[in-house]
């Protein structure tokens, strides 16, 4: 091979043996040379990887001085070239770009799909939760008492502490408000209720749904990924009895004890604004927060700690058991459960607050 008059001649066999050789030999030769046009009237006989070591020497060339012509090929040789050649292929990757509609109509359609697959779900958690209280067989032996440590009995340090300084904070920042208006005493009425009707069931359920809400999503998710709930099924073990329903079990009864003790905690940082600010007593404070209460109020705090938990269950499974690809797709899955999860509480609460007005 040589090069002459910008013009690069090729010889020889361009087989698949012997392509490592002539690639090293042709890039020396064009290295620094401005080549325009390429002729193949000196190879004798070529195969595809020849042809993939022209198409090579075609982009590498073509980038830098824009057209590049191949000439003098035999017939038989242009018809390999014809054949094997991917620089006459169309870019099938460059798509038209996506309207407005179609993207919100896909969206949509992705939304029904989710809520579907989610009742779903639900219909098979409560009807497995149902036969697990009369039938608990194919039940691991502990997993209740397990998942209500996990799930309530961890959770209670945070769910205290947090509890207690929107509980100081609401009382403080109503309190100078309530002594301008000599109305001291009404600080307990504020406080009971705000705390038990709203901002307990809110508070606690998204803290759960932040910690407890991930460590279900994450967990179904590698189950789903390390195929071990395909195990599970080979053993005739439902997954959905064997992995969610004891959570779902210990979720429902820990819930509502988050809630009291928040309550309590809550009603703690307010008292302490309340004697140390307002200069109430102990025993006015804490005997008007339990005179403004109703058994209505208890039985709405409850009844949202409940709902909030099958929530959370709920939607940590989706997410869980629809997981896809690896550690990558866990960590999707389980933020997707959380923000949904969260997303999901702040809207029933909405819907809660408007219906019991």
């Known amino acids: 091979m040589r090069v002459q008059n910008n013009t690069l001649y090729l010889e020889g066999d361009f087989l698949k043996n012997d392509i490592p050789r002539l690639e090293s030999a042709i890039f020396a030769q064009i290295k620094g040379k401005q080549i325009k046009t390429i002729d193949l009237g000196g190879i004798s006989r070529i195969d595809s990887a020849g042809v993939a070591l022209l198409d090579e020497l075609h982009q590498k060339l073509a980038a830098t001085i824009g057209i590049l012509f191949f000439k003098s090929a035999s017939l038989e040789v242009q018809a390999v070239i014809d054949t094997f050649t991917t620089l006459s292929l169309k870019d099938f990757g460059s798509k038209r770009r996506v309207g407005f509609y179609e993207t919100l109509g896909e969206m949509l359609l992705s939304g029904i799909q989710q809520f579907w697959q989610t009742l779903i779900l639900a219909s098979e958690i409560f009807y497995y939760s149902l036969v697990g209280l009369v039938n608990r067989r194919k039940q691991r032996k502990g997993s209740l008492t397990q998942q209500m440590l996990l799930l309530g009995f961890d959770a209670l340090p945070i ?8 509980g100081f904070i609401i009382a403080l920042q109503s309190a100078a408000l309530l002594r301008d208006f000599g109305a001291n005493v009404f600080i307990a009425d504020l406080m009971s209720v705000s705390i038990v009707r709203e901002l307990s069931p809110l508070i606690t359920a998204i803290i759960v749904a932040g910690r407890s809400g991930s460590a279900i999503a994450s967990e179904i998710a590698t189950m789903q990924v390390t195929e071990e709930l395909d195990a599970l099924k080979m053993m005739a073990l439902n997954p959905i009895r064997y992995v969610v329903v004891p959570k779902f079990h210990a979720i429902t009864i820990v819930m509502p004890i988050l809630i009291v003790f928040s309550i309590l905690i809550g009603m703690i940082g307010g008292g302490i604004i309340a004697m140390g600010y307002l200069k109430l007593s102990i025993e006015v ?6 005179n403004i209460l109703s058994v209505k109020d208890l039985l709405i705090s409850f009844g949202k700690s409940i709902w909030f938990a099958w929530v959370i269950v709920i939607i940590g499974s989706h997410f869980g058991f629809q997981v896809k690809g ?3 797709g866990v960590g999707k899955a389980t933020t997707q459960a959380v923000v949904s999860s969260i997303f999901a509480v ?10 019991y007005l």
């Open 285 to 290: 404070f804490y005997a008007r927060s339990i």
């Open 346 to 355: 702040i809207i029933f609460d909405a819907i809660f607050s408007l219906l």
């Open 326 to 328: 690896g550690a990558e």
């Open 159 to 166: 769910v205290g502490l947090l509890s207690f300084i929107i």
